[in-house]
């Protein structure tokens, strides 16, 4: 990849507290990691959906879909799935700028690229959650039969089955769908946000 040369940094007049006190709420990314079929994205809708009903400002970033467009150029090895990211972390990091309530859901298998995004953002605006589930609980749910083909060879390099999967050692939230329903998984993370004041003054 080139470096940038000659480029510098133009501030703002308007500044990410103002935007916070505009809207009422603060902004964080809150990432979700898992293995596929753990429930990433059914809880990051849900969970969306309570955030606005509330009038909170957000915005859901999710694998399927980024990998359409700002990522349609990465695959699944260890160096594309860094890359994949590291630009969602930096997406993220704008959104945060811009006031929002940022979901992500990606699988995000290592450690070390979800601790990177953790760090380029200011103490408190990265909220890992880890959606917990067996390998055969979503295997069994297999919702777009990708496990099935990874078992039977057709695709390569799958996560928890030939590529490895990194959990969390000490994440913010932990949600288990081995034994959660969605509704109780979607309340622990609202409760959480609560409780450490990202949302204030919301009627939540
Ligand atoms: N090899 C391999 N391993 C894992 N997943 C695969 C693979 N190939 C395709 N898919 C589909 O891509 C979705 C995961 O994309 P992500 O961007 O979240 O992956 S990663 O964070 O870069 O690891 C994942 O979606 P989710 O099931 O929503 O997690 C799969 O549908
Ligand atoms: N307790 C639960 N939490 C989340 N999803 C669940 C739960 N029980 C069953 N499911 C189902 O499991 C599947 C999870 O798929 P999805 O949300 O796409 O996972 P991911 O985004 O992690 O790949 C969905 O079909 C969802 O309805």
Redesign the pocket.
Known sequence: MADSKNISWHDSKVTKEQRRNLNHHKSVTVW?T????????????ELEKELHRSGVRTYRL??DNIRHGLNKDLGFDPDDRKENIRRIGEVSKLMVEAGLVVLT?F?SPYRTDREEVRNMVEHGEFIEVF?D?SIET?AA?D??GLYQKARAGKVKGFTGIDAPYEAPVNPEIT?N?DE???E??VQKIISYLKTKQYLINETI
């Open positions: 979700f898992g293995l596929s079929g753990s429930g990433k994205s059914t809880i990051s809708v999710d694998g859901a699988i959606v589930a979503c749910r919702p777009k949600v769908t959660e329903r969605i109780e998984s």
